[in-house]
């Protein structure tokens, strides 16, 4: 998808946010401890090379990313440092990793029996790290057997370098630590089986991490803390209290494209399911669902120069409107998200709004908007 860079509507990205962040956590870290900066997904909607090289300023060991074409990105843009692949990728790319020296996920003694056939005729050594299903159901190593089974095969096998065994929690953000907790012994009783010895062995998300579950982990996987989010946030319950400072990184800026006065008894947008009952000052912003600003987010207020106007009718692909108090003229800068926690149009307030998590507002905001980086 091409960038809009013609058109008034931007994601800027606060690269200094960034990296008071990591040099936040990194003050937080156990001693003998590393980061790994979890840049999947386009670092979050942040933009993975530019959060990436911040990180590694700021002091990250690492990278963690989903998909094999992430950590080809980071090679491309001359990244040295340790990626690991967190998603499964098929055991056919297994000599594409290792030739990038680029990490992957093994989720089963299968996928191990079919990377080694791949790799068979090449000089190369795969790099991976031994996943645990530890009771998020997703992938990974779930019953002792097969697990044994796994060490066996890797013992002495010349095609795999372990690096690393890790799990990922499904509850660490919660106030309530009961199923933590039983994630927590289930990893330790893997560990127990392990007959080989990984170079990390890391639990640690985020959440474990800032919120002070003081669990042996080698490496945390820094992931929406970078970005000065909190990962407890959601819109049922108040967020946890975070042990390290964050600073929102994010925010989304368009303008005024069209104003005008509309009559009572007009509509506004698809359906009409705005009708004005008097004369109403109307503006259309040249943002839509295509740039990730879904429907839901009717009825939502963005600021408009120095008001919160709500959003009006249905939004449109690539426009939506607003009501205004007064007229402003057209070129008036629009803010959809604010990087001010104090802003009650501040991203959690946005994901609030549509009933989910600041995760997946960032995430939605496309490519087709262009990302401005700058240091504050």
């Not at 690991?84 to 790319?93: D, F, I, K």
């Not at 990038?100 to 190369?124: F, G, H």
Request: charged share 25%.
């Amino acid at each position: 998808m091409i960038a809009g860079i013609h058109r008034p509507a931007v994601v800027k990205v606060n690269l200094g946010a960034i990296r008071q962040n990591i040099e936040n956590e990194i003050k937080n870290l156990q001693p003998e401890q590393k980061l790994f900066a979890v840049v999947k997904a386009n670092g979050y909607g942040h933009g993975a090379v530019p959060v990436a090289k911040t990180a590694l300023k700021a002091g990250a060991s690492g990278f963690c990313v989903a998909i094999l074409d992430e950590a080809l990105e980071l090679r491309r843009a001359d990244i040295v440092k340790p990626i690991l692949v967190l998603g499964v990728v098929s055991p056919e790319y297994a000599p594409i990793a290792a030739a990038n020296d680029i990490s992957l996920t093994v989720p089963s003694l299968e996928w191990l029996k079919k990377a080694e056939k791949e790799l068979e005729n090449t000089d190369l050594q795969l790099k991976i790290h031994l996943g645990i299903d530890s009771g998020m159901g997703r992938i990974g190593f779930y019953e002792d057997e097969e697990f044994t089974e796994a060490n066996d095969f890797l013992k002495d096998n010349p095609h795999f370098f372990v690096e690393g065994m890790f799990c990922h929690f499904a509850s660490a953000d919660s106030a309530v630590d009961t199923y933590f907790q039983k994630q927590v012994a289930k990893f330790n009783h893997m560990k127990s089986l392990l007959k080989i010895k990984p170079k990390w062995i890391h639990c640690d998300n985020t959440a474990a991490s800032i919120f002070g579950k003081d669990i042996p982990s080698d490496i945390v996987r820094y992931g929406i803390g970078i970005y000065g989010l909190n990962p407890s946030s959601n819109p049922s319950s108040p967020d946890l209290k975070s042990n390290v400072e964050l600073k929102p990184a994010l925010s989304f800026v368009s303008e005024l494209t069209e104003v005008k006065t509309i009559h009572q008894g007009d509509g506004v947008g698809y359906g009409s399911t705005f009708v004005a009952d008097e004369d109403t000052i109307i503006g259309t912003v040249p943002v839509g669902y295509a740039d990730g600003w879904i429907r839901h987010f009717q009825g939502f207020k963005v600021k408009v120069g120095d008001s919160y106007c709500p959003i009006v009718g249905r939004i449109c692909m690539d426009q939506f409107m607003v009501k205004m108090p007064k007229k402003m003229p057209v070129g008036t800068k629009v803010v959809l998200i604010s990087d001010k926690p104090e802003d009650p149009n501040n991203i959690k307030a946005a994901a609030d709004y549509v009933d989910t998590i600041h995760y997946e507002v960032a995430c939605l905001l496309s490519d087709r908007l262009p990302r401005v980086y700058y240091e504050d």
